[in-house]
Nanobody, 122 residues
Framework: QVQLVESGGGLVQAGGSLTLSCRASEVTLTMGWFRQAPGKEREVVAAIARNGINTYYSDSVKGRFTVSRDNAKNTVSLQMNSLKPEDTAVYYC??????????????????WGQGTQVTVSS
């Protein structure tokens, strides 16, 4: 089974930027980023198809976050700009076998990384 390892989390001030990376142990189809804040359900942030063109973004991050991937390196990245305190959460990378559309619900993803903490201070 594919293994996912996230990196790049940390502490940043509101308005700042951070880039998360996820490396997969083998070729993947659709990749996604999710986040979970304390006491809240895990929610989608963004997802990207293998072609690197088809993407999905949650309304809360549209225009601020950008998802991209490098298939040659089996990596997917999440560039986060204009960060807000409400972006504070554990961010998870995930892989899905779905390829006919861009999935964005947690049950559509089969493999998950261990998560990386992002904290945005006000």
């Amino acid at each position: 089974q594919v293994q996912l390892v996230e990196s790049g989390g940390g502490l940043v001030q509101a308005g700042g930027s951070l880039t998360l990376s996820c490396r997969a142990s083998e070729v993947t189809l659709t990749m996604g980023w999710f986040r979970q804040a304390p006491g809240k359900e895990r929610e989608v942030v963004a997802a990207i198809a293998r072609n690197g063109i088809n993407t999905y973004y949650s309304d809360s991050v549209k225009g601020r976050f950008t998802v991209s991937r490098d298939n040659a390196k089996n990596t997917v990245s999440l560039q986060m700009n204009s960060l807000k305190p409400e972006d504070t959460a554990v961010y998870y990378c995930a892989a899905s076998m779905i390829f006919l559309y861009v999935p964005h619900r947690t049950f559509e993803f089969d493999v998950w990384g261990q998560g990386t903490q992002v904290t945005v201070s006000s």
